[in-house]
Protein backbone atom coordinates (compact mmCIF):
# COMPACT_ATOMS: atom_id res chain seq x y z
CA UNK A 1 0.00 0.00 0.00
CA UNK A 2 1.08 3.45 -0.92
CA UNK A 3 3.27 5.82 1.97
CA UNK A 4 0.11 7.78 3.85
CA UNK A 5 1.12 10.67 5.90
CA UNK A 6 -0.65 11.74 9.01
CA UNK A 7 -2.16 15.33 9.24
CA UNK A 8 0.31 17.14 11.78
CA UNK A 9 -1.67 20.43 12.32
CA UNK A 10 -4.84 18.34 12.94
CA UNK A 11 -2.82 15.92 14.89
CA UNK A 12 -1.90 18.36 17.32
CA UNK A 13 -4.82 20.38 17.46
CA UNK A 14 -6.67 17.44 18.44
CA UNK A 15 -3.87 16.58 20.60
CA UNK A 16 -4.74 20.15 22.16
CA UNK A 17 -8.13 20.37 22.58
CA UNK A 18 -8.03 17.05 24.84
CA UNK A 19 -5.08 18.83 26.74
CA UNK A 20 -7.96 21.51 27.31
CA UNK A 21 -10.42 19.18 29.28
CA UNK A 22 -9.32 18.74 32.95
CA UNK A 23 -6.47 21.16 32.55
CA UNK A 24 -6.57 23.74 35.63
CA UNK A 25 -3.94 25.47 37.40
CA UNK A 26 -2.68 22.25 39.48
CA UNK A 27 -1.96 20.34 36.28
CA UNK A 28 -4.65 17.56 34.50
CA UNK A 29 -7.06 16.20 36.50
CA UNK A 30 -8.87 14.16 33.74
CA UNK A 31 -8.51 11.33 36.40
CA UNK A 32 -10.17 7.96 35.94
CA UNK A 33 -14.15 8.06 36.30
CA UNK A 34 -14.11 12.05 37.13
CA UNK A 35 -16.00 14.12 35.04
CA UNK A 36 -13.13 14.90 33.37
CA UNK A 37 -11.88 11.63 32.03
CA UNK A 38 -15.97 11.65 31.22
CA UNK A 39 -16.08 14.80 28.94
CA UNK A 40 -12.31 13.26 28.03
CA UNK A 41 -13.75 10.12 26.45
CA UNK A 42 -16.93 11.83 24.83
CA UNK A 43 -14.37 14.13 23.03
CA UNK A 44 -12.34 11.27 21.70
CA UNK A 45 -15.48 9.39 21.01
CA UNK A 46 -16.55 11.58 18.48
CA UNK A 47 -12.87 12.10 16.96
CA UNK A 48 -13.34 7.88 16.24
CA UNK A 49 -16.87 8.13 14.86
CA UNK A 50 -15.78 11.00 12.59
CA UNK A 51 -13.03 9.28 11.48
CA UNK A 52 -15.29 6.44 10.73
CA UNK A 53 -15.29 3.93 13.38
CA UNK A 54 -17.93 2.48 14.84
CA UNK A 55 -17.79 2.77 18.64
CA UNK A 56 -18.74 0.20 21.15
CA UNK A 57 -18.28 0.55 25.54
CA UNK A 58 -16.69 -2.59 26.64
CA UNK A 59 -18.21 -3.74 30.35
CA UNK A 60 -14.69 -2.44 32.30
CA UNK A 61 -15.99 1.15 29.89
CA UNK A 62 -12.77 0.69 27.55
CA UNK A 63 -13.53 2.63 24.52
CA UNK A 64 -13.46 0.34 21.13
CA UNK A 65 -13.35 2.33 17.52
CA UNK A 66 -13.42 -0.18 14.92
CA UNK A 67 -12.97 0.28 10.70
CA UNK A 68 -13.77 -3.00 8.59
CA UNK A 69 -10.71 -3.98 6.20
CA UNK A 70 -10.52 -5.12 3.12
CA UNK A 71 -9.30 -8.95 3.64
CA UNK A 72 -11.68 -12.05 4.41
CA UNK A 73 -12.35 -11.97 8.30
CA UNK A 74 -8.54 -11.35 9.12
CA UNK A 75 -7.90 -10.24 12.85
CA UNK A 76 -7.56 -6.52 14.01
CA UNK A 77 -4.75 -4.65 14.12
CA UNK A 78 -5.10 -2.52 17.52
CA UNK A 79 -3.82 0.36 18.57
CA UNK A 80 -4.68 2.13 21.52
CA UNK A 81 -3.48 4.10 24.76
CA UNK A 82 -5.65 5.63 27.88
CA UNK A 83 -6.98 9.18 28.42
CA UNK A 84 -6.97 8.70 31.89
CA UNK A 85 -3.90 11.06 33.78
CA UNK A 86 -2.73 10.96 37.16
CA UNK A 87 -3.41 13.97 39.91
CA UNK A 88 -1.96 17.34 38.30
CA UNK A 89 -0.46 15.41 35.39
CA UNK A 90 0.27 15.86 31.82
CA UNK A 91 -1.54 16.24 28.69
CA UNK A 92 0.47 14.09 26.82
CA UNK A 93 0.84 10.90 28.92
CA UNK A 94 -1.85 8.54 27.31
CA UNK A 95 -3.36 10.95 25.53
CA UNK A 96 -0.36 11.27 22.73
CA UNK A 97 -1.52 7.41 21.70
CA UNK A 98 -5.03 8.07 21.62
CA UNK A 99 -5.07 10.94 19.89
CA UNK A 100 -2.57 9.69 17.09
CA UNK A 101 -4.53 6.07 17.11
CA UNK A 102 -7.37 7.79 15.55
CA UNK A 103 -5.10 10.61 13.06
CA UNK A 104 -3.38 7.30 11.91
CA UNK A 105 -7.52 5.75 10.92
CA UNK A 106 -8.69 9.39 9.81
CA UNK A 107 -5.26 9.56 7.36
CA UNK A 108 -6.08 6.42 5.62
CA UNK A 109 -9.70 7.48 5.32
CA UNK A 110 -9.00 10.81 3.52
CA UNK A 111 -6.64 8.68 1.40
CA UNK A 112 -9.42 6.50 0.70
CA UNK A 113 -7.06 3.85 1.48
CA UNK A 114 -8.74 0.54 2.95
CA UNK A 115 -6.11 -1.89 4.89
CA UNK A 116 -6.39 -5.81 4.64
CA UNK A 117 -6.97 -6.27 8.57
CA UNK A 118 -9.55 -4.21 9.97
CA UNK A 119 -8.13 -1.83 12.57
CA UNK A 120 -9.18 -1.00 16.12
CA UNK A 121 -8.38 1.77 18.98
CA UNK A 122 -8.80 0.93 22.29
CA UNK A 123 -9.04 3.64 24.61
CA UNK A 124 -8.37 2.14 27.84
CA UNK A 125 -10.36 2.34 31.39
CA UNK A 126 -8.18 3.56 34.28
CA UNK A 127 -4.40 2.94 33.40
CA UNK A 128 -3.08 5.02 36.19
CA UNK A 129 -4.83 3.08 39.07
CA UNK A 130 -5.59 6.18 40.48
CA UNK A 131 -8.19 6.28 43.14
CA UNK A 132 -8.82 2.35 42.86
CA UNK A 133 -5.04 1.33 43.22
CA UNK A 134 -5.52 -1.03 40.37
CA UNK A 135 -3.64 0.04 37.43
CA UNK A 136 -4.18 -0.91 33.77
CA UNK A 137 -7.62 -1.93 34.70
CA UNK A 138 -9.02 -1.95 30.94
CA UNK A 139 -6.64 -3.20 29.52
CA UNK A 140 -6.17 -6.12 32.06
CA UNK A 141 -9.87 -6.86 31.13
CA UNK A 142 -9.20 -7.56 28.09
CA UNK A 143 -6.35 -9.57 28.55
CA UNK A 144 -8.36 -11.67 31.04
CA UNK A 145 -5.57 -10.80 33.79
CA UNK A 146 -8.89 -9.15 36.55
CA UNK A 147 -7.75 -10.67 40.03
CA UNK A 148 -10.18 -10.83 43.25
CA UNK A 149 -9.20 -7.71 44.25
CA UNK A 150 -10.18 -5.83 41.20
CA UNK A 151 -13.43 -7.04 41.52
CA UNK A 152 -13.39 -5.77 45.32
CA UNK A 153 -11.51 -2.83 44.37
CA UNK A 154 -12.84 0.36 46.56
CA UNK A 155 -11.63 3.51 46.07
CA UNK A 156 -10.08 6.24 48.12
CA UNK A 157 -13.76 7.71 48.37
CA UNK A 158 -15.49 4.78 49.72
CA UNK A 159 -17.08 3.68 46.27
CA UNK A 160 -16.78 0.20 44.97
CA UNK A 161 -15.76 -0.06 41.61
CA UNK A 162 -18.62 -1.89 40.99
CA UNK A 163 -20.60 1.04 41.66
CA UNK A 164 -18.49 3.36 39.55
CA UNK A 165 -17.91 1.22 36.49
CA UNK A 166 -21.63 1.76 34.77
CA UNK A 167 -20.43 5.95 35.31
CA UNK A 168 -18.10 5.34 32.21
CA UNK A 169 -20.65 2.44 30.38
CA UNK A 170 -18.91 -0.59 32.14
CA UNK A 171 -20.43 -3.38 33.99
CA UNK A 172 -18.56 -5.68 36.30
CA UNK A 173 -21.08 -8.45 36.20
CA UNK A 174 -19.83 -8.75 32.38
CA UNK A 175 -16.28 -8.13 33.08
CA UNK A 176 -15.32 -11.37 31.18
CA UNK A 177 -17.18 -10.25 28.17
CA UNK A 178 -14.81 -7.76 27.80
CA UNK A 179 -11.99 -10.25 26.78
CA UNK A 180 -10.36 -10.38 23.39
CA UNK A 181 -9.17 -13.80 22.57
CA UNK A 182 -5.91 -14.11 20.85
CA UNK A 183 -7.32 -15.05 17.37
CA UNK A 184 -9.30 -11.79 17.43
CA UNK A 185 -5.81 -9.42 17.39
CA UNK A 186 -2.99 -9.44 14.70
CA UNK A 187 -1.01 -7.36 16.99
CA UNK A 188 -1.05 -4.76 19.34
CA UNK A 189 0.73 -0.91 18.62
CA UNK A 190 0.99 1.76 20.94
CA UNK A 191 2.57 5.24 20.58
CA UNK A 192 3.18 6.63 24.07
CA UNK A 193 5.74 9.85 25.10
CA UNK A 194 9.11 8.33 26.69
CA UNK A 195 8.30 9.80 30.28
CA UNK A 196 12.04 10.27 31.09
CA UNK A 197 15.35 12.37 29.50
CA UNK A 198 17.37 9.57 27.34
CA UNK A 199 15.68 10.44 24.04
CA UNK A 200 15.48 14.04 24.34
CA UNK A 201 19.15 14.22 25.94
CA UNK A 202 20.52 11.82 22.88
CA UNK A 203 18.28 13.82 20.42
CA UNK A 204 16.70 10.55 19.18
CA UNK A 205 13.07 11.23 17.51
CA UNK A 206 11.90 7.64 17.86
CA UNK A 207 12.43 5.28 21.01
CA UNK A 208 11.89 1.44 19.92
CA UNK A 209 10.47 -0.19 23.28
CA UNK A 210 12.75 -3.39 24.08
CA UNK A 211 10.40 -4.36 27.02
CA UNK A 212 8.27 -2.81 29.76
CA UNK A 213 8.95 -2.38 33.49
CA UNK A 214 7.91 -4.82 36.59
CA UNK A 215 6.29 -3.02 39.29
CA UNK A 216 5.38 -3.79 43.14
CA UNK A 217 3.36 -1.69 44.81
CA UNK A 218 3.24 -1.95 49.42
CA UNK A 219 0.41 0.06 51.79
CA UNK A 220 2.51 0.37 54.83
CA UNK A 221 0.10 0.98 57.94
CA UNK A 222 2.51 2.60 60.78
CA UNK A 223 0.30 2.63 63.85
CA UNK A 224 2.13 4.62 67.13
CA UNK A 225 0.68 6.49 69.78
CA UNK A 226 -1.05 9.68 69.23
CA UNK A 227 0.41 12.02 71.62
CA UNK A 228 0.84 16.16 73.14
CA UNK A 229 3.83 17.81 71.00
CA UNK A 230 4.48 19.71 74.25
CA UNK A 231 4.68 17.55 77.04
CA UNK A 232 5.51 14.26 75.48
CA UNK A 233 9.32 13.33 76.55
CA UNK A 234 11.63 12.12 73.77
CA UNK A 235 12.08 9.12 75.37
CA UNK A 236 8.90 8.12 75.77
CA UNK A 237 6.96 8.70 72.30
CA UNK A 238 6.07 5.96 70.04
CA UNK A 239 5.87 8.48 66.95
CA UNK A 240 4.35 6.78 63.43
CA UNK A 241 5.89 9.61 61.72
CA UNK A 242 9.92 9.53 62.50
CA UNK A 243 9.18 5.40 61.53
CA UNK A 244 7.47 6.57 58.10
CA UNK A 245 10.77 8.93 57.98
CA UNK A 246 13.12 5.98 58.38
CA UNK A 247 11.35 3.79 55.85
CA UNK A 248 10.69 6.39 53.52
CA UNK A 249 14.84 7.10 53.33
CA UNK A 250 15.07 3.09 53.21
CA UNK A 251 13.28 2.75 50.45
CA UNK A 252 15.62 5.35 48.49
CA UNK A 253 18.72 3.10 49.69
CA UNK A 254 16.94 0.46 48.44
CA UNK A 255 17.28 1.28 45.00
CA UNK A 256 20.04 3.82 45.70
CA UNK A 257 23.23 3.06 47.49
CA UNK A 258 21.96 -0.40 48.08
CA UNK A 259 21.27 -1.03 44.25
CA UNK A 260 19.08 -3.96 44.92
CA UNK A 261 16.33 -2.66 42.44
CA UNK A 262 16.48 0.03 39.84
CA UNK A 263 14.10 2.51 40.70
CA UNK A 264 11.89 2.70 44.35
CA UNK A 265 9.33 5.52 45.66
CA UNK A 266 7.61 7.08 48.49
CA UNK A 267 4.25 8.85 46.73
CA UNK A 268 1.35 8.69 49.02
CA UNK A 269 2.12 9.94 52.91
CA UNK A 270 -1.43 10.21 55.00
CA UNK A 271 -0.50 11.29 58.55
CA UNK A 272 -3.29 11.25 61.28
CA UNK A 273 -4.43 13.13 62.99
CA UNK A 274 -1.84 15.49 60.86
CA UNK A 275 -1.90 18.21 63.29
CA UNK A 276 1.08 20.47 63.83
CA UNK A 277 1.12 19.78 67.86
CA UNK A 278 0.09 15.97 67.49
CA UNK A 279 2.86 13.48 67.70
CA UNK A 280 1.28 11.30 64.62
CA UNK A 281 -0.36 8.12 66.38
CA UNK A 282 -0.34 6.39 62.32
CA UNK A 283 1.07 6.86 59.10
CA UNK A 284 -0.29 5.58 55.91
CA UNK A 285 2.34 5.29 53.39
CA UNK A 286 2.14 4.55 49.24
CA UNK A 287 5.69 2.63 48.11
CA UNK A 288 6.49 1.12 45.20
CA UNK A 289 9.43 -0.48 43.41
CA UNK A 290 10.31 -1.19 39.40
CA UNK A 291 12.91 -3.17 37.89
CA UNK A 292 12.86 -5.17 34.62
CA UNK A 293 14.24 -8.01 36.81
CA UNK A 294 11.51 -10.07 39.00
CA UNK A 295 14.12 -11.68 41.24
CA UNK A 296 15.08 -7.75 42.22
CA UNK A 297 11.61 -6.97 43.20
CA UNK A 298 11.53 -9.58 45.12
CA UNK A 299 14.55 -8.47 46.48
CA UNK A 300 13.69 -5.06 47.57
CA UNK A 301 10.68 -6.93 49.25
CA UNK A 302 12.80 -8.45 51.12
CA UNK A 303 14.78 -5.38 52.21
CA UNK A 304 11.60 -3.61 52.94
CA UNK A 305 9.95 -5.78 55.35
CA UNK A 306 13.16 -6.37 57.02
CA UNK A 307 13.51 -2.48 57.71
CA UNK A 308 9.69 -2.60 58.77
CA UNK A 309 10.36 -5.51 61.24
CA UNK A 310 13.89 -3.41 62.73
CA UNK A 311 12.01 0.19 62.72
CA UNK A 312 9.03 -0.95 64.74
CA UNK A 313 11.24 -2.29 67.01
CA UNK A 314 13.29 0.13 67.67
CA UNK A 315 10.38 2.84 67.59
CA UNK A 316 8.11 0.45 69.56
CA UNK A 317 5.05 0.95 66.94
CA UNK A 318 3.56 -1.46 65.06
CA UNK A 319 4.25 -1.60 60.83
CA UNK A 320 1.81 -3.91 58.58
CA UNK A 321 3.52 -3.66 55.37
CA UNK A 322 0.85 -5.60 52.78
CA UNK A 323 1.45 -6.20 49.01
CA UNK A 324 -0.70 -4.34 47.17
CA UNK A 325 0.14 -5.47 43.44
CA UNK A 326 2.90 -7.27 41.76
CA UNK A 327 3.02 -6.62 37.69
CA UNK A 328 5.51 -8.35 35.79
CA UNK A 329 7.71 -6.97 33.20
CA UNK A 330 6.93 -7.95 29.51
CA UNK A 331 9.67 -8.16 27.04
CA UNK A 332 8.75 -6.99 23.62
CA UNK A 333 9.60 -9.64 20.44
CA UNK A 334 12.84 -9.06 18.09
CA UNK A 335 10.20 -8.86 15.38
CA UNK A 336 8.02 -6.51 16.98
CA UNK A 337 10.96 -4.11 17.73
CA UNK A 338 12.10 -4.42 14.36
CA UNK A 339 8.78 -3.42 12.45
CA UNK A 340 9.22 -0.46 14.63
CA UNK A 341 12.59 0.04 13.01
CA UNK A 342 11.68 -0.50 9.51
CA UNK A 343 8.70 1.96 10.32
CA UNK A 344 11.02 5.08 11.44
CA UNK A 345 13.34 3.85 8.74
CA UNK A 346 10.53 4.50 6.18
CA UNK A 347 9.48 7.95 7.66
CA UNK A 348 13.96 8.56 7.50
CA UNK A 349 13.74 9.40 11.23
CA UNK A 350 16.65 8.23 14.15
CA UNK A 351 15.69 5.86 16.46
CA UNK A 352 17.40 4.13 19.96
CA UNK A 353 15.98 1.22 21.42
CA UNK A 354 15.70 1.35 25.27
CA UNK A 355 13.59 -0.13 27.92
CA UNK A 356 10.32 1.45 28.96
CA UNK A 357 10.55 2.44 33.16
CA UNK A 358 6.53 3.25 32.68
CA UNK A 359 4.17 1.24 33.11
CA UNK A 360 1.97 0.81 30.12
CA UNK A 361 -1.45 -0.79 28.51
CA UNK A 362 0.86 -2.77 26.10
CA UNK A 363 2.34 -4.78 29.21
CA UNK A 364 -1.42 -6.08 29.53
CA UNK A 365 -2.30 -6.39 25.81
CA UNK A 366 1.61 -8.13 25.31
CA UNK A 367 -0.22 -11.48 26.98
CA UNK A 368 -2.55 -12.00 24.39
CA UNK A 369 -0.85 -10.48 21.14
CA UNK A 370 2.57 -9.08 19.77
CA UNK A 371 3.00 -5.48 21.24
CA UNK A 372 5.36 -3.10 19.97
CA UNK A 373 5.62 0.70 22.00
CA UNK A 374 7.12 3.60 19.79
CA UNK A 375 8.41 6.51 22.37
CA UNK A 376 8.97 9.78 21.46
CA UNK A 377 10.76 12.23 23.95
CA UNK A 378 9.57 13.99 26.71
CA UNK A 379 10.96 17.01 27.03
CA UNK A 380 14.25 17.58 29.76
CA UNK A 381 12.39 14.15 30.68
CA UNK A 382 9.72 15.24 33.06
CA UNK A 383 5.89 12.97 33.35
CA UNK A 384 3.41 12.90 35.41
CA UNK A 385 3.71 16.89 36.09
CA UNK A 386 2.24 19.88 34.41
CA UNK A 387 5.30 20.60 32.78
CA UNK A 388 5.22 17.48 30.46
CA UNK A 389 6.03 18.17 27.28
CA UNK A 390 6.29 16.98 23.51
CA UNK A 391 6.84 19.27 20.76
CA UNK A 392 3.87 18.88 17.81
CA UNK A 393 7.16 17.95 15.68
CA UNK A 394 7.87 14.61 17.86
CA UNK A 395 4.13 14.09 18.64
CA UNK A 396 4.10 13.79 14.68
CA UNK A 397 6.95 11.77 13.85
CA UNK A 398 5.37 9.28 16.27
CA UNK A 399 1.85 9.43 14.53
CA UNK A 400 3.69 8.82 11.24
CA UNK A 401 5.80 5.90 12.82
CA UNK A 402 2.57 4.41 14.00
CA UNK A 403 0.99 4.64 10.96
CA UNK A 404 3.96 3.11 8.76
CA UNK A 405 4.15 0.31 11.63
CA UNK A 406 0.47 -0.34 10.74
CA UNK A 407 0.68 -0.62 7.07
CA UNK A 408 4.07 -2.94 7.52
CA UNK A 409 2.09 -4.92 10.02
CA UNK A 410 -1.28 -4.88 7.46
CA UNK A 411 1.33 -6.23 4.37
CA UNK A 412 3.21 -8.91 6.52
O1 LIG B 1 3.01 4.63 36.56
C1 LIG B 1 3.26 4.36 35.40
O2 LIG B 1 4.27 3.79 35.13
C2 LIG B 1 2.28 4.70 34.31
O3 LIG B 1 2.36 6.05 34.03
N1 LIG B 1 0.96 4.29 34.68
MN1 LIG C 1 1.16 7.68 33.49
MN1 LIG D 1 0.75 6.30 30.23
Redesign the pocket.
Known sequence: MPAVAINSTRLNDNLTALGQIGNTDEGMQRVAFSSFDVAGRDYVTELMRRAGMTVRIDAAGNIIGRVEGSGPSLPAIAMGSHTDT?PAGGQY?GALGVIAAIEVVQALADAGQTTRHPLEVMVFTN???TGFHR??LGSRAVAGLWEAEDFSAVHDDGATLTSRLPDIGGNISHIAEARRRPDELACYLELHIE?GPTMHRGGYPIGIVTGI?G?SVYHVDIVGEANHAGTTPMALRRDAMSAAAQIALKVRSIAGEMEICRVGTVGSMDVHPNAGNVIPGRVQMGVEF?DERMESLAAAEVELRRTAEEVGHAEQVGIAVTAQRNTPSVPISGNMQQLVADAAEVAGLAHITMPS????DAQAIASITPAAMIFVPSVNGV??APAEYSTPEDCANGAQVLLNALLLADDR
Not at 357 to 360: D, I, Q, W
Open positions: VDEEGWLQTRRGAGHSH
